[in-house]
């Protein structure tokens, strides 16, 4: 099983969370194969001294190219992990977002992962059911739709998609049928940044077999700001004490990474007031 990530751009606090999830990886794994970062920028990867690291060095055009006539941000990552999959073909894959971190062993989701199981974060709900404005929404765009060909289920559930395993029998075919519904969907009048996470979504629940990784892996996309400047603390803090790389795996090893939530729930004044101030300045 090869570990995935995919970071481009020149935006520090990407590099630093997905430097921080390497060490967390190798510090709480287990034995995994190789790790392969696909980026823009390989110069912030100098630092990750394992063998297992890879860096497939794409081009600011190639990944232009990927984001398609629309300039759809996360459909480079479907044509990252296309790629991924033309190159290893033979492994299963386990791709992280950047901000994630690996808290127990991935032996378990690798075992599944040869068995042919599907993997994906975390079940969010069957979007029917929902009370969330923004499920709603969702809803009203796909419901009894037909997209390449696939009828659009009443218990169609919304898989968070910042942990993604892909076995390695049928990964080809399964990564193409991604591509082409997110390029359907995103003709619809549907909220453009979930297009790609709804297509991953429909094509896990077409599986036989899938499991939820949220017992390995956290993911606080919606805590940021505090996980950054944790991240940002703890690579200022060892710099100064000129840590050396193994000496931080074993550092980070010993941290209690569920004790910052990885979720904050925010007011929607507080959002509103966040939105006006960006604006002004």
């Given amino acids: ?22 060490l967390t990886l190798l510090a709480n794994g287990g034995d995994i194969g190789d790790i392969i970062v696909i980026t823009d920028t390989p110069k912030y990867y100098q630092n990750i001294l394992s063998e297992k690291l890879i860096i497939e060095l794409v081009s600011t055009d190639t990944i232009t190219a990927w984001k398609g006539k629309d300039n ?4 480079a990552k479907i044509k990252a992990l296309e790629m991924i999959i033309d190159k290893y073909n033979t492994q299963s894959l386990l791709y992280l977002d950047a ?18 199981y599907y993997v ?35 218990n169609l559930c919304m898989w968070n998609a910042g ?25 619809t009048d549907i909220k453009k940044k979930l297009v790609e996470q709804l297509s991953f979504s429909i094509a896990l629940q077409l599986q036989e ?12 996309w919606g805590n940021k ?18 840590t050396t790389f193994k000496d931080a795996i074993i550092i980070v090893s010993d941290m209690n990474l569920q004790e910052t939530p990885v979720m904050v729930k925010r007011s929607n004044t507080a959002k509103r ?3 006006i101030i960006d604006r002004i300045f």
């Fill in 1 to 22: 099983m090869n570990v995935v990530y995919l970071v481009f751009g020149n935006q520090i606090e990407l590099h630093q969370q997905a430097n921080f999830s390497i």
């Fill in 72 to 75: 759809y941000v996360f459909r």
């Fill in 99 to 116: 901000d994630t971190f690996v808290n127990n062993s991935l032996i378990a989701i690798q075992e599944k992962l040869n068995d042919g």
């Fill in 120 to 154: 994906q974060h975390i079940n969010e709900g069957i979007i029917s059911e929902s009370h969330r404005n923004t499920q709603k929404s969702i809803w009203k765009s796909i419901q009894k739709k037909t997209f390449e060909g696939i009828k659009i289920p009443q």
């Fill in 163 to 187: 942990i993604i395993g892909i076995p390695a029998h049928n990964n080809k075919a399964y990564i193409k049928q991604v591509l082409s519904l997110s390029d359907a969907i995103y003709e």
């Fill in 209 to 220: 077999n899938f499991i939820e990784a949220e017992k390995e892996i956290g993911h606080y």
């Fill in 225 to 242: 700001k505090e996980w950054n400047t944790k991240i940002a603390t703890f690579f200022l803090k060892n710099h100064l004490k000129n």
């Fill in 273 to 275: 007031l966040k939105t």
